[in-house]
């Protein structure tokens, strides 16, 4: 289990993988710029895997990539958990973050108080060995300050 | 936000991408405006052979496993044994045992977490549940929260387990071409033994939740025989000496529709038994048996098509190598009204009932005295050439096949994953919901269920089902005509909410 933290960054993707590997590099970036009590995990899990990384912290940022195919590559979306409806439907197939996160509630897991995403407009991440698109890495000082802001306005509430 | 891509007479449905994986089914039009053909893609990840040529062939455990992050085991386990027959060395009696440890465990954890919160939403809250119960709370809403601990406890321990044997639970390092890196000691056998009977009486009881919930509801019993989910394909499956299933090792047999066997083979004959169709219109590759031929989407004995996955193992099996799985096996027969069984949503009772098997196997593993002998690698000796490999990953067969220089280098790398050895019997089922449901100017609501049950029963590996954003699939249907004028469109939201304009 994850030791006690009040806010931890969970980096998402696959190195391996084209504009997938923005959470990888951000990940990297973010170990080197965050306080001692931030903790940044970069992890290629998925679905209710993520269950692992959500427990135990105030305040949980996740850095990863999306395609909506709305918006140009290296565009960076900033999402409140409630932006979005908080227990989707179902699914075809794996249950995704938010359905991993109302689970873990559900089963009184400690859960964040607060999560938020922060995610990079990719525009390919299905090919191996790709190049990261250069807007897509353009937009890591971006994505660095969203951080940093978080990050520094968090609330100072103990774990439980 | 969907993707929606119209020819003149065609129909994407495109779920945006990224979210929760990403398969699209495509509807043609006939000239009457009736449903002439539909198809689910997979997307596939590009670049595989380029990216491996040049690399050593001991890194392919790590890079397969890496590709996917949820099924890395079953990748890696295929990779070591690919590299077992690329050097020609045979692994020691013990690496062997630890090797279908780490995997049998693997398969009790997918296998559950299947079960409860990925069919869980079509079969244990219902097919016809409102959409906003239809996910993993109404799940756990009605097997109870004591339940979802359990899962989540059970999930948690068996991974230790993968952990404590293979180094890391989501990409193990573990397999080296004639053997494993690190000898399991006392301690972890212990433990091993520990969590492997609690993995038993836990998969005993999913047993009970399945005979309760679904078995006492006629109305589900009657969705699985029902036409609609019914294709009569041949069957494929690795089987042990015995023709029991194993999810390590063994040897590849093929059933006929009528259950008779029509291919038992070594695992480097594959390519005389299995080919690949390709269609014009789509980059998804459709396996089809060498013997009997494509003769397009179509089943019966005639047509090659035929299909991987839980319920073609046991299908393909003449029963299962521990008792209590045994006595599943010939219940759900039983049921079913024998064998093979036609009913792709029958999938979700094979999965329970090897999720017994695994766990039984699991145990017999744990308990063998030999599990701590130090001898557990071969060193190779052999000039590599090429090799190949399979597991049955908890998705169906799994095929590495590797050629590489004398220095032990890729020049080729070839796999064929469970959803491709799937892809043309998954086609029919998209194909069979779409006919029933969709006309000119109409799509009904009903058809975003009914496919969505369809291919989940295959629970079809997208490669690109990652994680994060929001959970739900979006789907946008657009119906147009042949000359693609948009007649109809249905869109169905995160939230679940379908809209028609």
Redesign the interface.
Known sequence: MHECCSARLLCLGNDLLADDAFGYVAAEELRQRMPYDVEVVFTANTGIGLIDHLGQATLLVVIDTVVTGSADPGTVHVLDEGDLSSVPGGSPHYIGLFETLALGRKLEMAMPDRLVIVAVEASDNMTLGGEMHPAVRAALPVVLERVTELVSARRKIPCA | ???VKVASNRITID???????H?KIEIFLNDQGKVDRAFFQV??????E??TRGRPAEDMPQ?TS??C??CPTAHHMASAKTLDDLYKVDPPPTAKKIRELVYSTFMVEDHA?HFY??GG??FVVGPSAP??E????GV?GKVG?EV??KV?AM?RRLRDVISSIGGKV??PVLGLPGGVAKRVTPEMQANCQEVATDAIAFATFTLQVFNDIVLANKDYVNLIVSDAFTHKTYYMGQMDANNHPNFYDGSIRVVSPEGQEVANFAAQDYLEHVAEHVEPWSYTKFCFLKSVGWKGFTDGPESGIYSVAPLARLNAADGMATPLAQKAYEQMYETLGGKPAHHTLANHWARVIELLYAAERMKELADDPELTDPNIRTLPTETPREGVGIVEAPRGTLFHHYVTDDRGVIEKANLIVATQNNSARIAMSVEKAAKGLVTRDKVSDGLL?MV?MA??AY??C????????????PLLVSVRDKDGKPLHTLR??????VHHA
């Open positions: 936000m969907s993707k779920p945006i991408t990224r979210l929760e994986g398969g997307p596939e990840l590009r670049g595989f380029q990216f890079i890496r590709i992050g949820v977490l919160f990925l939403p079509d959409a906003a239809r996910n993993v709370l756990i929260v979802g601990k989540i999930r989501v990409h269920n969505e291919f989940r629970d079809p997208h490669a690109c089902a990652t994680h994060s954003l929001p959970g739900s699939m169905r939201d995160f939230d679940g909410t």
